[in-house]
T-cell receptor, first 115, second 115 residues
Framework: EADIYQTPRYLVIGTGKKITLECSQT?????MYWYQQDPGMELHLIHY???????EKGDLSSESTVSRIRTEHFPLTLESARPSHTSQYLC??????????????FGSGTQLSVL | AQKITQTQPGMFVQEKEAVTLDCTYD???????LFWYKQPSSGEMIFLIY??????QNATEGRYSLNFQKARKSANLVISASQLGDSAMYFC????????????FGAGTTVTVRA
């Protein structure tokens, strides 16, 4: 059902490297989100966007940055990866409708390990 | 303050039996939505069921039903006739207001179905 894609699925990288996690959706959704999840724990919202050129920080402070130049694309960038960034990153999107009933569609996630 | 509380970190259930997963929430908004998601070991988030704060009937989706008790601020998920494929982590989430699209998640409950 979900047409939202995240790459890579797994990434192991050394400290200090710059990385970009890709997220794309083909559903034409205006709203996109990045959540961070440690193993067996809850999801924390780190960034969201309500449309092109709109980005906001989420509830959990993050050293990552995002951009939204195209509706379908919402990449997340870490300028200098650290071991504390090791986590799963989940991208999600939802359509623009009023009423609040719209569910989030999630990608399969990127499991990031920083050594 | 925690917006979503799931007090059961892990549960075991026998195949074909029903299981209830607890979820309590905290909000001062009159309009809000409650969601349940399933996360198998593969990591993706699968939407299960939605309940709006103004919905008079408890939501049902196949084997999933939501026991919504507004005065108690609880939204428990009931899975009937458990199957081995139901083994996963289950998250309760809330959207506050009718124009805010972000979801806040609970810590999750791990369900293991035994044959």
């Amino acid at each position: 059902e979900a047409d939202i894609y995240q790459t890579p699925r797994y990434l192991v990288i050394g400290t200090g490297k710059k990385i970009t996690l890709e997220c794309s959706q083909t559903m034409g959704h205006d709203k996109m989100y990045w959540y961070q999840q440690d193993p067996g724990m809850e999801l924390h919202l780190i960034h969201y966007s309500y449309g092109v050129n709109s980005t906001e920080k989420g509830d959990l402070s993050s050293e990552s940055t995002v951009s939204r130049i195209r509706t379908e694309h919402f990449p997340l960038t870490l300028e200098s990866a650290r071991p504390s960034h090791t986590s799963q990153y989940l991208c999600a999107s939802s359509p623009h409708r009023t009423g609040g009933r719209e569910k989030l569609f999630f990608g399969s996630g990127t499991q990031l390990s920083v050594l | 303050a925690q917006k979503i509380t799931q007090t059961q970190p892990g549960m075991f259930v026998q195949e074909k039996e029903a299981v209830t997963l607890d979820c309590t929430y905290d909000t001062s908004d009159q309009s809000y939505g409650l969601f349940w998601y399933k996360q198998p070991s593969s990591g993706e988030m699968i939407f299960l069921i939605y309940q709006g704060s103004y919905d008079e009937q408890n939501a049902t989706e196949g084997r999933y039903s939501l026991n919504f008790q507004k005065a108690r601020k609880s939204a428990n998920l009931v899975i009937s006739a458990s199957q081995l494929g139901d083994s996963a982590m289950y998250f309760c989430a809330m959207r506050e207001g009718s124009n805010d699209y972000k979801l806040s998640f609970g810590a999750g409950t791990t369900v293991t179905v035994r044959a």
